[in-house]
């Protein structure tokens, strides 16, 4: 009896401790994108454990673990509609899934290269999917005037990212335009505004050898001057 409530105790202790290490995080990755995350108590930059976001509070877009900071195991993701759009595994480093391209979506894809009928073509993707990967490169933008007075509904946003042979980010803009008020203008964002992680990618390929590739986003914008899917 005296070894069971030993052991018993020593459970329970455990358990609290582990409890009070760590700190659950909620965080907008966008106006409508929340992610949920635990950290270690004495860093807060190490993540730990069970990682979700959702798409306006209800509509899971990601889910995966952290070990130490690091992402680990099966990761899965889902577009704004909930509908599952890539499995990574990062114990692997290997897509398990990727959904097929929709072609009613505001997001295109062109290729530095000559393609016939007859080629095998393949887009650049990002871990991630083409929802949640792409959030961090609608994220750095701001709009560069006061929205007061202004009917943003008239406005569309293009990011365009150019993704080299190799796989990497190679170049950032927003194109911002408005017929009703004959405004186009285009910013370009130094790419080492981005982590390591977020400058790699899968190339696109013609007949399985990487090419130079763009990815074009087409972005509404909020009232509070930043960009999000449409």
């Known amino acids: 009896m005296k070894i069971c409530l030993s052991l018993f105790f020593g459970l329970f202790y ?18 409508t994108v929340l992610e949920r995350y635990k950290t270690l108590k004495p860093d807060e930059n190490t993540r730990v454990g069970p990682y979700k976001a959702y798409y306006k ?15 680990v195991g099966m990761w899965t ?3 704004d509609e909930g509908k599952l759009s890539e499995k990574y595994d990062f114990d692997k ?19 530095d290269a000559e393609i016939k009928a007859s080629d095998r073509v393949t887009r650049p993707l990002k871990i991630g999917g083409m929802y949640y990967g792409l959030i961090p490169y609608i994220n750095v933008f701001r709009l560069p005037f006061e929205t007061e007075g202004i009917n943003m509904d008239y406005f569309d946003a293009i990011v365009e990212l150019l993704i080299s042979p190799g796989g990497r980010l190679a170049d950032h803009k ?38 130079l590739s763009r990815i074009f986003i087409r972005c509404s914008i909020n009232n509070d001057g930043s960009l999000d899917f449409y």
């Open 93 to 111: 480093t290997e897509y398990i899934y990727e959904a097929p391209l929709d072609t009613d979506t505001d997001i295109h894809f062109a290729f």
């Open 14 to 31: 455990i358990t609290n401790c582990l409890g009070q290490d760590t700190v659950n995080h909620r965080n907008w990755l966008t106006n």
């Open 174 to 211: 927003v194109r911002l335009l408005s017929k009703a008020y004959k405004y186009d203008q285009t910013f370009n964002f130094d790419v080492g505004l981005f982590g390591e992680e977020d400058k790699q990618f899968t190339p696109a390929s013609v007949n399985r050898q990487p090419v």
């Open 57 to 71: 509070r209800r509509t899971l877009i990601a889910e995966g673990r952290y070990d130490k900071g690091v992402k």
């Open 77 to 79: 993701f889902y577009d």
